[in-house]
């Protein structure tokens, strides 16, 4: 393979793996998907003439395992806690109550998914050197899980994935072997 090959082999596998982190990374912000949270507000004391609201909530998130390795790694993959927030009022001078939480969750997730997008890239880049792209396949399966049954669904849709890509086709063609065998083809 020549020099110009090499490079050009190289720049596609880049390019796969930061759309694959960048997918990972989409769906990491997608509650119900990257994601399992509520948020309850305690209390909302509004600041007009600073245009803010100080807010009390009770937050209560669960990140995605697959999504949020390092997040997990920490111990951290469960967060329930109070917190305070600044929410800046908008210009008509009300507010909603969902945007507010969404506000909450959306501080909450951000900076736990910059810490989590270079391990994902590493882990992208790692099944694309080993060229093993069938653990895309178990990775999906492990975000469905996740979506449906939260932290057991990851685990088990994870399971189901490695079963199906690597367990039964391995099954199959020993199985197929054996009948060629008995039947001499």
């Not at 009770?58 to 949020?68: A, G």
């Not at 890239?121 to 939260?150: H, Q």
């Not at 072997?177 to 001499?184: A, F, M, R, V």
């Amino acid at each position: 393979m020549s020099k110009k090959q090499r490079i050009t082999r190289l720049l596609y596998e880049i390019v796969i793996a930061i759309s694959v982190t960048l997918f990972f990374a989409l769906m990491a912000f997608i509650q119900g998907v990257g994601y399992s949270g509520t948020v309850e507000i305690k209390q909302l004391r509004p600041n007009w003439s600073q245009g803010y609201i100080l807010v009390d909530a009770r937050c209560d998130v669960t990140y995605h395992p697959f999504l949020y390795p390092m997040t997990w790694a920490l111990r951290q993959g469960h967060f329930l806690n109070d917190t305070k927030t600044i929410y800046p009022m908008e210009r008509t001078g009300g507010w909603v109550r969902s945007d507010i939480q969404n506000y909450i969750l959306t501080s909450l997730i951000l900076p736990e998914m910059e810490r989590n997008l270079p391990i994902l890239f590493i882990i992208v880049v790692a099944i694309e050197l080993t060229k093993i792209r069938k653990l895309y396949v178990s990775f999906l399966t492990g975000i469905m899980g996740f979506a449906f049954a939260g932290l057991y669904g990851a685990i088990i849709g994870f399971a189901v994935g490695i079963f199906a890509t690597f367990i039964i086709p391995k099954i199959l063609v020993t199985s197929q072997g054996l009948k060629s065998k008995e039947t001499g083809n």
